[in-house]
């Protein structure tokens, strides 16, 4: 009897372990499927949409400054309201543009791309200051970006003789100044950080930031 008792123990034992070694393997697979990414689960496909804005955003920085639009646009800046306080011209409330997209080429190109797209955008320029230090200018914003936006930059190189923009026969295209005013640290947003005679007056940083409404 004694025998058989401990036989029956063992047994018991025994299949006790099984079981837990099978409760065990069961909740790793089961952990598993419930965090594996599949190129179906909501992450992976939400970062394919960020790589395909981030290329997109890439895509329009390129195709505007290879065109100039982007630099003439980061150069339409002055007194349009004729109120002493300078800004990009025609913007609204704020010296950025709020209400509406840029009315320069580069405005058109970003509204042509993200706007029938419901996808937000937001254009921010950063330079260096003499100091040292940088500083960001807001050129257009659409809002606070959400958690899952995408981010392109673009340097732009801005030459001493580089001179300001506005639309003084409100085609919605960027031109000279009639003065042709070169810019200088008393009538634009970025300093002069080079005193030499480079000819370079500053290097723009140029950001898109962009995400689904």
Same mark, same amino acid.
Request: proline residues 2%.
């Given at each position: 009897?004694?025998?058989?008792?401990? $036989?029956?123990?063992?047994?018991?034992?025994?299949?006790e372990?099984?079981?837990?070694?099978l409760?065990?393997?069961? $909740?790793v697979i089961?952990?598993?499927?419930?965090?594996?990414?599949?190129?179906?689960?909501?992450?992976t $496909?939400s970062?394919?949409?960020?790589?395909?804005q981030?290329?997109?955003a890439?895509?329009?920085?390129?195709?505007?400054?290879?065109?100039?639009?982007?630099?003439r646009?980061?150069?339409?800046?002055?007194?349009?309201?004729?109120?002493?306080d300078?800004?990009?011209?025609?913007?609204?409330?704020?010296?950025?543009?709020?209400?509406?997209?840029p009315?320069t080429e580069?405005g058109?190109?970003?509204?042509?791309?993200?706007g !029938?797209q419901?996808?937000?955008?937001?254009?921010?320029?950063?330079?260096?200051?003499?100091?040292?230090g940088?500083?960001r200018?807001?050129?257009f914003?659409?809002?606070e970006p959400?958690?899952?936006?995408?981010?392109?930059?673009?340097?732009?190189?801005?030459?001493? !003789?580089?001179?300001?923009?506005?639309?003084?026969?409100?085609?919605?295209?960027?031109?000279?100044?009639? $003065?042709?005013?070169?810019?200088?640290?008393?009538?634009?947003?970025?300093e002069?950080i !080079?005193?030499?005679?480079?000819?370079?007056?500053?290097?723009?940083?140029?950001?898109?930031?962009v995400w689904?409404?």
């Open positions: 009897m004694t025998r058989r008792r401990k $036989s029956d123990r063992g047994q018991a034992h025994t299949l372990a099984v079981m837990s070694a409760i065990l393997i069961t $909740s089961f952990a598993l499927q419930v965090t594996a990414v599949t190129p179906l689960s909501a992450s $496909s970062q394919h949409i960020e790589n395909q981030q290329a997109t890439e895509g329009l920085l390129t195709a505007a400054a290879d065109s100039g639009a982007l630099e646009t980061l150069l339409f800046w002055g007194d349009s309201d004729d109120d002493g300078d800004e990009f011209r025609g913007a609204t409330n704020e010296e950025y543009y709020t209400a509406g997209y009315p580069f058109r190109m970003l509204e042509t791309t993200f !029938d419901s996808v937000a955008a937001n254009v921010y320029v950063r330079y260096h200051t003499d100091g040292g940088e500083r200018q807001r050129l914003y659409q809002g959400s958690d899952n936006a995408a981010t392109a930059t673009q340097l732009v190189t801005l030459y001493d !003789d580089a001179v300001l923009y506005d639309d003084a026969d409100g085609d919605e295209v960027a031109e000279p100044t009639d $003065s042709e005013t070169q810019i200088n640290e008393n009538n634009f947003y970025a002069d !080079d005193g030499t005679d480079s000819g370079v007056y500053t290097v723009l940083r140029v950001e898109v930031v689904r409404m």
